[in-house]
């Protein structure tokens, strides 16, 4: 599970998150929905410990990412695409990490498999199409076999068959019984894919509760969005 709980995160003097608090819930998948530069990935990056909160706590069944001990198998993330070396091959990235978080080395070829570069495996990351690093980004999110997964933008650069390949995993991943945070502006991949919602605007949620309840009275989500970050809206979370 996942608790953000009265999260807030300056820039300086901007303020990028305000008194978040929401939870992601095993066995949900979550999505994290907002429009560029509302604080999604400001969350997401305390959230896994490359950035200290000013205010309020997030935890990863119930600790902070920091004191995980070999991380990469309680939680799994990607947040700008593989990170992996532009010198390495997509095999080398992942036999290093598999090697820091004490992962059995069988593991890298199930992943490379499950993330379709089997093929690809002994090229440099550098050569790497964009869609062909979101893949390498989530197989080394997988590499562990986590509990929790927590992706930023995950479809980015992938082709109609790698988006219905993930929209996929994710509701199978979640339907046993794991955890899934799932943050984007891309409100088609939200309503195919998340049984929860989290609607953030600037710092601020407008909304948390189950798709259909937030999408009731509207023709789509893309309209509940408008409706919720629009402008003129009172502040403070809607609940349903």
Excluded: C
Aim: charged share 25%; no cysteine; aromatic share 4%.
């Amino acid at each position: 599970m996942i608790e953000i709980n009265s999260l807030t995160k300056r820039h300086g003097r901007k303020v990028a998150v305000d008194n978040v608090s929401f939870t992601v819930a095993p066995g949900r998948v979550t999505g994290f929905l907002g429009p560029n530069g509302a604080g999604k990935s400001s969350t997401l990056r305390v959230l896994l410990g490359l950035d200290s909160a000013d205010a309020g706590t997030a935890l990863i069944d119930g600790r902070p990412y920091r004191s995980l001990r070999n991380p990469l198998r309680t939680v799994g993330s990607l947040l700008d695409g593989s990170g992996g070396h532009r010198a390495r091959t997509a095999r080398a990235h992942l036999s290093w990490v598999a090697q820091s978080n004490g992962i059995r080395r069988s593991r890298i070829d199930e992943v490379l498999e499950l993330a379709g570069l089997t093929d690809a495996a002994g090229k440099r990351i550098g050569k790497y199409s964009l869609g062909m690093g979101r893949r390498l980004g989530l197989a080394t999110a997988l590499l562990g076999e986590p509990e929790l997964l927590v992706l930023d933008e995950p479809v980015n650069g992938l082709d109609p068959e790698g988006i219905r390949w993930i929209r996929r995993f994710l509701t199978e991943y979640a339907a046993d019984g794991r955890t899934v945070l799932l943050s984007s502006h891309l409100m088609s991949e939200m309503a195919g894919t998340a049984t929860d919602l989290v609607v953030i605007t600037e710092g601020r949620v407008v909304a948390d509760g189950p798709l259909e309840q937030i999408t009731a009275g509207h023709d789509s989500l893309e309209d509940a969005f408008f409706a919720l970050t629009d402008a003129n809206q009172e502040p403070g979370a809607r609940k349903w």
